[in-house]
Each structure stands twice: as structure tokens, then as C-alpha cells.
């Protein structure tokens, strides 16, 4: 069992950057691969990046490749994702999810979830 907290959200000018954390309880997180996915006003919920259990591995969707890192601490149960170079477009509700995924966009792969932080980029 992992429970999962999001935070770092918040209202950024465009080209801004914020990092965000995605905190985890329990000691399985270390087992775990951690995705980001963001859900905008009126759409679905779509993958962002994820994050091997160990680190060694990452994927990104290509409308944020070059601009998002998304990394992990697991002495610190923590993954971070990293935003650069922000748009509007990139506004929307940002989740953490984990799971035995194998990198997987699909949501349906990951078990846990966390509630979520608002990023709001403006033009």
C-alpha cells in the first residue's frame, strides 16, 4: 500500500517554471514506477512522464519532451517533477500515480493516486 501527495502546484507566468513533488508513505515506494498525468478543464486525464522504480528509466509525451524532468529520491520517497518553459496550455491538474507499470501510459496500469495540484499557466 502507498499513499501518495502531491505538492508544488500553483500559478505561473508563461515560460515560468515549478517542480512539483509527488511524497509517498509506506515502504513499497521503492518498488514502484511513479507517473505524472494532468487532467485540463473538459479532458481527459493524459500521461505527462514516468519514472522506473530505480530511476534508470524515464519517458516523456512528446508535447513536453525537452521541457519536463522528472526524477526520484527514493531515500526521500519522493519524485519530483520538474517544468520548464511552461505554456497554457500546460495548465491543468497535476497527478502522481504508481505502480508495477513498466512505463506504461495507461492509467488503468497504475494503482495508486494521489489527489492532485492545480497548475495554472498564464499567457
Known amino acids: 500500500q502507498v499513499q501518495l501527495v502531491e505538492s508544488g502546484g500553483g500559478l505561473v507566468q508563461a515560460g515560468g517554471s515549478l517542480r512539483l513533488s509527488c511524497a509517498a508513505s509506506g515502504r513499497a515506494f521503492s518498488r514502484y514506477d511513479i507517473g505524472w498525468f494532468r487532467q485540463a478543464p473538459g479532458k481527459e486525464r493524459e500521461f505527462v512522464a514516468a519514472i522506473s522504480w530505480n530511476g534508470g528509466s524515464t519517458r516523456y509525451v512528446d508535447s513536453v519532451k525537452g521541457r519536463f524532468t522528472i526524477s526520484r529520491d527514493n531515500a526521500k520517497n519522493t519524485v519530483y517533477l520538474q517544468m520548464n518553459s511552461l505554456k497554457p496550455e500546460d495548465t491543468a491538474v497535476y497527478y502522481c500515480?504508481?505502480?508495477?507499470?513498466?512505463?506504461?501510459?495507461?492509467?488503468?496500469?497504475?494503482?495508486?493516486w494521489g489527489q492532485g495540484t492545480q497548475v495554472t499557466v498564464s499567457s
Open positions: 500515480a504508481g505502480g508495477l507499470t513498466g512505463l506504461e501510459a495507461t492509467r488503468t496500469r497504475y494503482a495508486y
